[in-house]
């Protein structure tokens, strides 16, 4: 089973330069959502979808842009990278929220972003 | 607003020890609480929460915690460490009435040593 699959793993780019986080998943979730990880400060929400064509902000979201055409794809984008956004980047999707589901996130394996 | 707070960054435990790894949090209402655990170069992987009904819960691992309300605390604990468990532990409270929108800890290392 894929899960969720992010790509790039790895990357490095200069100062103002946009690109994007890919994140796809192949478990029919509803909730999608993106954070990042920093040392010392856990993950926090920057950004995350109830559904297709849904989206809302997270914690920290500034310098951030999403969308959600599709149940299974929610693409983070960088609009002009600033070193402050150095971080690993995770995706992570969920079944929309029962008392019986709510809260298990299943995540990807991580986009390590360096920004010169 | 929900938030956690993770005591100790760093933990180390001998193989076979007690592994305690301290969570306290704030909320304003009944909150719903996880433990998750990340290992090198992963992402992160759901151990037990914490809902509704029963305080101590098991999860995956030999892993265990229990809700106490009146410390407002979400310790996880195991009888004895492995090697394998060797990790990062997060703990996380989710937002008002549940929901996957997911406050987490700063993370506890764990070490296990010979």
């Known amino acids: 089973n894929a899960g969720v699959t992010q790509t790039p793993k790895f990357q490095v780019l200069k100062t103002g330069q946009s690109m994007t986080l890919q994140c796809a998943q192949d478990?029919?979730?509803?909730?999608m959502s993106w954070y990042r990880q920093d040392p010392g400060m856990g993950l926090r929400l920057i950004h995350y979808?109830?559904?297709?064509?849904?989206?809302d902000q997270g914690e920290v979201p500034n310098g951030y842009n999403v969308s959600r055409s599709t149940t299974e794809d929610f693409p983070l984008r960088l609009l002009s990278a600033a070193p402050s956004q150095t971080s690993v980047y995770f995706c992570?999707?969920?079944?929309?929220?029962?008392?019986?589901?709510?809260?298990?996130?299943?995540f990807g394996e991580g986009s390590r972003l360096t920004v010169l | 607003a929900q938030s956690v707070t993770q005591l100790g960054s760093h933990v180390s435990v001998s193989e076979g020890a007690l592994v305690l790894l301290r969570c306290n949090y704030s909320?304003?209402?009944?909150?719903?609480l996880f433990w998750y655990v990340q290992y090198p170069n992963q992402g992160l992987q759901l151990l037990l929460k914490?809902?509704?009904?029963?305080?101590l819960v098991k999860g995956i691992n030999g892993f265990e915690a229990e809700f106490k309300k009146s410390e407002t605390s979400f310790h996880l604990t195991k009888p004895s460490a492995h090697m394998s468990d060797a990790a990062e532990y997060f703990c996380?409270?989710?937002?008002?009435?549940?929901?996957?929108?997911?406050?987490f800890g700063t993370g506890t290392q764990l070490k296990v040593e010979l």
């Open positions: 992570a999707s969920s079944y929309s929220t029962t008392a019986r589901n709510t809260g298990e996130l299943f």
């Open positions: 909320s304003s209402v009944p909150p719903y």
């Open positions: 979808s109830v559904g297709a064509g849904i989206t």
């Open positions: 914490y809902t509704t009904g029963a305080t």
């Open positions: 996380a409270v989710s937002g008002t009435g549940g929901g996957n929108k997911l406050t």
């Open positions: 478990m029919n979730h509803e909730y």
